[in-house]
């Protein structure tokens, strides 16, 4: 996906919480994503992160008081405000989020929150038994109710020896919500029905026939469209890619299943996206038993899968669909040919084989191919770029389709 966090001022929050040390990395990733970043701390936060900590991956002076001499400091509350695009509290502790939900304003953090306008992004971090407490869960309804987006913590072994809910989310995840906050939602109100990674095939209980999908694209599209304020749902074969936040996932494995999984949800969704590597055949019969090396040659008989993109193309409506060509010689060909036969609207083909490009890398290098007979050869780039240019595309389409 785009970066949505590069040159976004930022303001990070950080309250007095054991969980305080992940603060530091969150921060890091936020450098490393080119945000500028500002740090405010509660007085209990710098007995356990010092305030210097901060100022060294920041570059810039941290905030631990309304009176601090540096910067004006009574009212760098007010400019810092005024000039964030976000705010992340993390970790936010029960006091503090006992004040913010009842407008209490008695330090450096508390005043700022009274000033922000922009997008507020609350990571609660505390004992279970306390993050479970009727008070707490009332003052967090209270603070969603205000606008304030809320991270649920993960559930673990927490400091205090007791396991359940509070742990702090992972930096990467924390990180991750705040750039979809920040990223525009041009496809709100759309569904977005997304395929990805291999169909496996078996043999037998222990043997398959696949491929080499990583998944990867197809996961990447499903990212980008969730970012960008669509319903995702992502039908994806068996990969070892966690799956993408806030993206409606469901596992198959065989071509059959994918195909029910497609033909089951695609009446409701205004864009279809066929990135899968299905099996075009699937052995004719499955061994009930693993089958055993009792000759030097096995013949496997095998029989055709149906074609699901173009099933779809067959039954789609006023709906967009896209659809992906992995070949290994002549790309034009073959993909025009395959974009007219199953009606597609668009389709995207690359070459693979080479190391760069194609299955399992983090880049790739496609050409998109367009119903009018136009196409569009993109240069190589990580798969998140791709998925952004894809989207892009999709969206000029469906604002001429009305």
């Known amino acids: 996906m785009t970066n949505n966090l590069k040159e976004k001022n930022i303001v990070l929050c950080v309250c007095g919480g054991i969980a305080a040390y992940k603060s530091a990395a969150l921060l890091r990733l936020l450098i490393k994503a080119e945000a500028k970043v500002r740090v ?17 991956l920041s570059g810039q002076p941290v905030c631990t008081s309304l009176f601090d001499d540096r910067e004006e400091g009574a009212i760098r509350h007010i400019e810092w405000a005024n000039q964030a695009d976000a705010v992340v509290i993390a970790p936010a502790t029960a006091n503090v989020i006992g004040k913010l ?12 929150m009274l000033a922000v306008t922009c997008p507020k992004i609350l990571c609660p971090s505390m004992n279970t038994i306390m993050y479970e407490n009727r008070a707490m869960q009332r003052n967090l309804d209270i603070l969603e109710a205000d606008g304030y987006k809320l991270l649920a913590p993960g559930e673990g072994e927490l400091a205090c020896g007791t396991y359940g809910a509070g742990r702090l989310p992972e930096p990467a995840d924390i990180a991750d919500r705040l750039a979809h906050t920040l990223s525009p939602k041009d496809f709100k109100g759309k569904q977005i029905l997304i395929t990805a990674g291999p169909t496996l095939e078996p043999l037998d209980p222990v043997r398959f026939i696949s491929n080499h999908s990583s998944g990867k694209m197809g996961y990447a599209i499903a990212g980008a469209g969730e970012y960008r304020g ?7 074969g068996p990969t070892a890619l966690p799956s993408p936040a806030g993206v409606r996932k469901i596992d198959v494995k065989t071509a059959r299943e994918m195909a029910d999984a497609v ?7 205004h864009i279809i996206i066929k ?3 299905v099996a075009d055949y699937r052995p004719h019969e499955t061994a009930v038993q693993k089958i055993k090396k009792n000759t030097d040659d096995m013949i496997v008989s ?18 967009i669909l896209v659809g992906f060509a992995a070949e290994t010689q002549d790309l034009d060909k073959n993909a025009q040919k395959k974009l007219r036969e199953k009606n597609l609207d668009m389709i995207a083909g690359n070459l693979v084989g080479d190391p760069s490009s194609g299955f399992g890398t983090d880049t790739n290098k496609v050409t998109l191919y367009f119903s009018d007979g136009s196409k569009e050869e993109l240069q190589l780039m ?8 894809l989207l892009d595309r999709i969206l000029k389409m469906v604002a001429e389709n009305g």
């Open 230 to 236: 669509a319903e995702v749902i992502l039908i994806s």
């Open 263 to 269: 033909f089951e949800h695609m009446d409701k969704a």
């Open 302 to 319: 095998m029989k055709k899968n149906i074609d699901i993109l173009k099933e779809a193309g067959q039954r789609k409506k006023n709906q």
């Open 275 to 277: 990135v899968a590597a």
């Open 382 to 389: 990580e798969k998140k770029s791709v998925a952004d240019i």
């Open 101 to 112: 939900a009842n407008g209490i304003a008695d330090d450096a953090l508390t005043t700022f």
């Open 40 to 56: 405010i701390m509660t007085q209990n936060a710098k007995a356990f992160v010092g305030p210097l900590t901060f100022e060294a």
